[in-house]
């Protein structure tokens, strides 16, 4: 079993934060690079951050650089994505995803696992 299941999605007010998070069963992610995907409707999936357990490295896109915080709790194998300031644009399914390739520095062709993703609606 190797599954990635996310979770803490829903509806928010721009402005408004949410946490999301990314529990890992059947592997662990040790060793692994970590990364969050959103796919907004009409548009093509786009990497949102990632960090790598190798180096401890995160990654952030441009756009949500300074208002979102990716994090680790190794004892539950899980990732987070703390996402504050949220604005309408951001609207999107959210997925996570993990490349044994261990770097951030790949394109999403090279993330072998991914989750079935968790629904963030950012409206008034």
């Known amino acids: 079993q190797v599954q990635l299941v996310e979770s803490g999605g829903g509806l928010v007010q721009p402005g408004g934060s949410l946490r999301l998070s990314c529990a890992a069963s059947?592997?662990?992610?040790?060793?692994?690079?970590i990364a969050w995907f959103r796919q907004a409707p009409g548009k093509e999936r786009e990497g949102v951050s990632c960090?790598?357990?190798?180096?401890?490295?995160?990654y952030y896109a441009d756009s949500v650089k300074g208002r979102f915080t990716i994090s680790r709790d190794k004892a539950k194998n899980t990732v987070y994505l703390q996402m504050n300031s949220l604005t309408p644009e951001e609207t999107g399914v959210y997925y996570c995803?993990?490349?044994?390739?261990?770097?951030?520095?790949?394109?999403?062709?090279?993330?072998?696992?991914w989750g079935q993703g968790t629904q963030v609606t950012v409206s008034s």
């Open positions: 059947g592997f662990t992610l040790d060793y692994l690079a």
């Open positions: 995803a993990t490349t044994s390739e261990g770097s951030c520095d790949v394109g999403e062709g090279r993330y072998e696992t």
């Open positions: 960090f790598s357990t190798l180096d401890g490295s995160p």
